[in-house]
């Protein structure tokens, strides 16, 4: 895995983005593949060996996260997929917020983290690109995860939330 910015979004650092780098050693595209290569039903597959939706709906899947994907390729030379991702991590416990870094990090991943919720909607108004998923405590002081929530969502309508809590009661 390695991280950078989305050509796409200027603004966005090497920090904001999750990339997820899938390459293989196969034979390669020519320009023609390439220029097709997320068009449904297009596929270089013989009858009955393919329908051509898997990369179309990866990118349709991708493309709804906000995220980006990139392809490149060369005959010979095998393929290299590159999809980009954000994430925001709002966690007030310093010693859960430091472990959900931690596995985070050891997955590939590098997300902008936040101590609070107000901290967590200040990084949300500065990121002028797209927040694919914002991952916040549900019980944290002054604002809560709910609260967090539908506030990062006026400025991002289209992040997913992952709430996650120790308390069990509720």
Do not use: C
């Amino acid at each position: 895995n390695t991280r950078g910015p989305d050509p796409r979004s200027p603004g966005l650092t090497a920090r904001d983005w999750v990339t997820l780098t899938i390459r293989d050693t196969g034979h390669g595209m020519d320009e023609h593949v390439k220029a097709h290569l997320f068009e449904p039903f297009f596929t270089t597959k013989p009858p009955g060996r393919g329908t051509g939706l898997g990369l179309a709906t990866v990118k349709g899947i991708i493309d709804e996260l906000g995220g980006t994907i990139r392809v490149d390729s060369t005959l010979g030379e095998g393929t290299t997929f590159t999809i980009g991702l954000s994430v925001l991590v709002a966690e007030d416990d310093d010693a859960v917020r430091a472990l959900t870094t931690r596995v985070l990090k050891r997955r590939g991943y590098d997300v902008p983290t936040a101590a609070s919720g107000e901290e967590a909607l200040e990084l949300a108004t500065r990121h002028r690109a797209h927040l694919d998923l914002l991952l916040t405590d549900v019980v944290m002081t002054k604002m809560t995860g709910r609260e967090l929530a539908d506030a990062v969502r006026q400025l991002h309508p289209e992040i997913r939330v992952l709430f996650v809590s120790g308390y069990t009661d509720d």
